[in-house]
């Protein structure tokens, strides 16, 4: 009797862990990372020359193998254990897999040996947690994903470059992320108070039953706190204000992933909490109360990103703010969801854009990573001058990943904007109709400082030369060498992602 | 065989674009004096494969298509009538498709659910059937025998690869262009097909006039291309696809916008031809075609004479299930393609330079052609297939003799030392053997001496003309336009010869650049010339009065049907006796001119205006350049004065704005958070007062 009892409790553990084996195998890399690295650093911090290549191969060992079982998985149906493996999980898996070996790339030559270990295992217990929060079955196990990211962020943004400027932006950014997991902690307890469970399929099953039905009040609790503290992984105004000072302040590598992963995390797990798949047309699902005030979001992350990162002269604050307006744009394919008549819906929109986007913002901050001054870190867009003339691939690839951020054709930024776009005018509803409008006028803002950007690279005289960093920078190259590739090949062969998209 | 079967229509595009591919990544750095090389590889390649798609690919889609063509196939009246074919389809991948909730692109009806349910699909995949096919032998077949000859002639040229690579890079879109399927894939390659033709004009670049020449070719082929985009937005929010297979196989759905929407189908039907008659350098936008004579003869002779400005008359005979239905554009048409006709044969007579009288003579031609597809107008039900095939038949002859007179052309540059005012030589008949009879026997087909390939194909042209001025309806408008036909076979036999006799006939006559012992065309040159120039004898021949490619084409899918024509003596007789008489004219005008002297710099006004194109180019200049460059004027004080004003206002709300927002990006942890929970008590505010409202 007490055999069957634990049998079949392992029997349970072994399904579920069947689930997320492509994240225990990144987490186990994780684990065996800061075990031994302390072994092969001496007492006083020194490292044998080259040790941080090791790593580097290691953490794209553990990702290429993640993603080879992540291959051979196939979405399964949802029961109420504590993971979930559907089409979301399985493709935002792939996504950030695939995205998670272009960071690699990018941090490989960030943190020095001595401490390249750790950075590396940071980052891939980063893209393990935004696997978990697409595979988690429950608010805690949501929270945990995401603790599971915000965590090893504030090392990463630390570890690999301890001076005084990455020593504020990692405080503002702990304090505030803090700040933000306490907020949406508190959300996800009001909607366990109002429909007493956590687990999602219960929480979904007992929203359509209107269990929640007396209690407004509570549900409208919960999902303020809960867009609150999911905002701030979007960097969605009026929760962005960490991110310029962050992205200025904190290692390249950092920024871009900062720029990036909170964001597929952020909007996944919006999407399990708030857009509750109600097929009855249930008065009190979530999603309700949330569209209005995610509408309001979507606009103002818009106006005020792309508003303020006019006025800005440093680079990387400017794509601080361009992150925050691209969280707008995302967001209008969030609100509009699957109100769409004929085009694409908002969450294929959504989906399309985030990959696009990934490709477009990763591979700019590659070109920032290779760049430097002779004599300090490249830091103002008037540092770019005459970038064209000293490093005309360069600017070429930096140009490439600018129009795409623009949306101009030939490159993939166009085509997720466009069906951002199409999805938003395709509601039909005079919301949706002013969001497209928004949409449309932001579009035209962003290409003002973005093309002010190209335009200082190619128009502007070269007072100083701007040099590619000489030693090392191959995993860089490559790194923008794949974005540049998905730039441009999501623009000629969309239909493959597209296809997969509309299995989700 | 089987997976030639079904790869052979990619095949036919990517040789020559994998030997662009080559010449832009290797080929301008090693080997740069071979580059002609993998492009005659890569041409003979898709000329193969042309030629089997020719032959076994599209003719195997003929039996199962056409069951009862079978019983009536002795019976020559009826044949046309039973003549059906299908078409060999190769999807590459679905650009961009959005809407469709999950239908995979494999069939038409999934194609239609789409469009139905508003999604939007823009399918690359290629499409061939006979009038593709026919098309692609004939593009294929002149690439390569110019390639070749380009092979010699372009010799020692600084630019030979980026020729050979531009040459190619042109075949690709040509094949592409024709091998498309839907209009939005024709539209894109129209724009390469005019991209490479701009680069080819502008070769050499370093000349103010080949600079000048490029740059009025693509501002000209704007105005067209502008129509052309509007003409399909059109299609597309009519019949909201723009599938060939979708559009024209469907007769029941173009009489459906027909009877609800005829203004909008006729303008769809201009709008389009629009685009062809920029293309196709016709009356009035045919004055960049001339200029376009500044770039290397055998671009002349491949580009703007025998493949792409043909590319109009391809789109209108495509379109013809649409154009059948509205008979008002296809008079527009007649009357264009006999306007403009006339024109050039008026201008070519005086021309001095020998590739302008060829030019005009190449829009002069065109302009039968869009006679022929108009001529339908008259009683589109029975015209309109000899109509589509006559003017298809005549772009096919036309290739041939047109390309070898370009080429013969390019020859006596050659030798001349690229001088080719023909005030400056003559009597190059002892000089240039071979280019002399390459180039008589073009001059002789374009004139339209009996029993070679412009006779047969100019002939029925006539033929089509003549049986739409016997309509009831609109006899009268289309004797005219015969009237003009006639009158213009009269003056391509006689400006034909005049070119002829003042080059090749008189005293030797050799001009300084030429040096002492011009040489004639070496082999490279000369094998091109003898095959064009006995294609041009012998091409009409075979495939004229014997009907084979009439037939042939019939098995276009969706072309009207109709009954077959005997042949009409009247108009071949007449057409005989019009050619001979141009060409004994010549002769006696020009036959026994004494040297370069024996043309008189003639000054009476007539002939100054035939030699200036009508005063065409100065007419724009002062009816459309000078006032649209006044207007411009007047813009740019507008623009200085008030919008830049509104500009630099618009540009002041950023600064203002983020002045509002700046001072809460502080750099203080403490305020952040701070406005952060003021964002969140306000939300939440907000969303209790909704949602007290709303109960």
Known sequence: ?504 | MSWLNENVLWLIPAAPLLACLWIVVAGQFIRREKAHQPVVLGLIIAWLCALYLLFSVVPSTFEHAGEHAAEAHDDHAADSHAAVGGAVKYFIYDWFHVGDGGVQPTSMSDDLARADAGGISARVELRADAMSALMLVMVTTVSLLVAIFASGYMQGDPGYPRFFGALSLFVFSMCMLVLASNFLLLFVFWEAVGLCSYLLIGFWFHKPSAAAAAKKAFVVNRIGDFGLILGIFLLWTTFGTLEFDRILADPSLIRQVVLTQPEIFTTICLLLFIGAVGKSAQFPLHVWLPDAMEGPTPVSALIHAATMVTAGVYLVARCAPLFMHSPFALQIVAGVGAATALIAAITALTQNDLKRVLAYSTVSQLGYMFMSLGAAGADPEHLMQPAVTYAMFHMFTHAFFKAVLFLSAGSVMHAMGDVIDMRRFSGLRTALPITWITFLAGALALAGVPLLSGFWSKDEILAVLHMAAQSETHGTYYTVILCIALLTALMTAFYTFRAYFLTFHGPEVFPPEAGHHPHDAPPAMAIPLYILGAAALLIGLATGPTHLYGHYLHHTPNMPAAPAHGPDWLMMMMSTILALGGIAGAYLVYGSHRGAAGVKDNASPLVKFSLNGLYLDELYLALVVKPLRSLAEVSEIFDRMIIDKIVDGVALIPGVVGSILRPIQNGLVQHYAFVMLLGLAAGMVWMLQSLTGSN
């Open chain 1, 1 to 504: 009797m007490n055999d069957l009892v634990i049998s079949d409790a392992v029997q349970q553990l072994n399904r579920a862990v069947g689930l997320i084996v492509p994240d225990v195998i990144v987490l186990a890399t994780v684990c065996l990372m800061f075990f031994a690295a302390p072994f092969l650093v001496s007492e006083r911090g020194e490292a044998p020359a080259g040790l941080r290549h090791r790593w580097g191969w290691l953490s794209l060992l553990s990702l290429l193998v993640a993603g080879y079982v992540w291959w051979g998985t196939s979405p399964q149906p949802v029961t109420t254990g504590p993971f979930r493996l559907d089409e979301l999980t399985w493709f935002i898996r792939g996504v950030s897999l695939a995205f998670g070996a272009v960071l690699v790339l990018l941090t490989w030559n960030q943190a020095d040996d001595a401490r390249s270990a750790e950075t590396q295992a940071c980052l891939l217990s980063i893209i393990a947690g935004v696997n978990l929060v697409a595979a988690a079955n429950d608010l805690v196990g949501i929270f945990i994903a995401l603790e599971l990211i915000s965590v090893p962020t504030y090392l990463f943004l630390l570890l690999p470059r301890r001076d005084a400027p990455a020593q504020e932006a990692t405080m503002k950014y702990f304090l505030l992320s803090i700040f933000s997991s306490g907020m949406l902690l508190f959300g996800m307890s009001y909607l366990y108070g109002s429909v007493g469970s956590t687990n999602l399929e219960a929480i979904y099953a007992a929203l359509t039953a209107g269990r929640a039905h007396p209690m407004p009040i509570l549900l409208v609790v919960a999902v303020m706190m809960m867009v609150a503290g999911l905002a701030f992984r979007l960097t969605a105004v009026p929760f962005h204000f960490y991110a310029p000072d962050v992205f200025q302040g904190a290692p390249n590598a950092a920024a871009a992933m900062l720029s990036f992963v909170p964001k597929v995390a952020g909007f996944v797990a919006l999407y399990r909490v708030l857009a509750v798949p109600v097929e009855a047309l249930d008065h009190w699902s979530l999603a309700q109360f949330s569209e209005p005030l995610l509408w309001w979001l979507a606009v103002l992350s818009m106006f005020v990103g792309n508003l303020l990162a006019l006025l800005q002269t440093d680079i990387r604050r400017m794509l601080a703010f361009s992150s925050v307006s691209h969280a707008g744009y995302m967001l209008v394919g969030f609100v509009v969801g699957t109100a769409t008549t004929g085009g694409p819906t908002g969450f294929e929109a959504l989906l399309f854009y985030l990959v696009v986007y990934g490709a477009m913002t990763l591979g700019a901050f590659a070109v920032l990573g290779v760049l430097q001054r002779p004599d300090r870190r490249m830091e103002s867009i008037e540092d770019l001058s005459g970038l064209s003339r000293n490093q005309p691939a360069i600017a070429l690839l930096l140009t490439l990943f600018l129009f795409s951020l623009t949306g101009l054709p030939p490159t993939a930024g166009f085509l997720g904007k466009l069906n951002l776009f199409l999805a938003a005018w395709g509601t039909g509803s005079e919301s949706g109709h002013w969001l497209a409008i928004w949409l449309a006028v932001n579009a035209t803002i962003g290409a003002w400082y973005y093309l002010r950007v190209i335009g200082t690279m190619y128009l502007q005289p070269a007072p100083m030369a701007v040099t590619a960093t000489d030693s090392n920078a191959t995993p860089s190259y490559l790194a923008m060498g794949l974005c540049a590739i998905a730039t441009l090949g999501l623009f000629a062969v969309p239909g493959w992602l597209w296809a997969l998209i509309q299995h989700v």
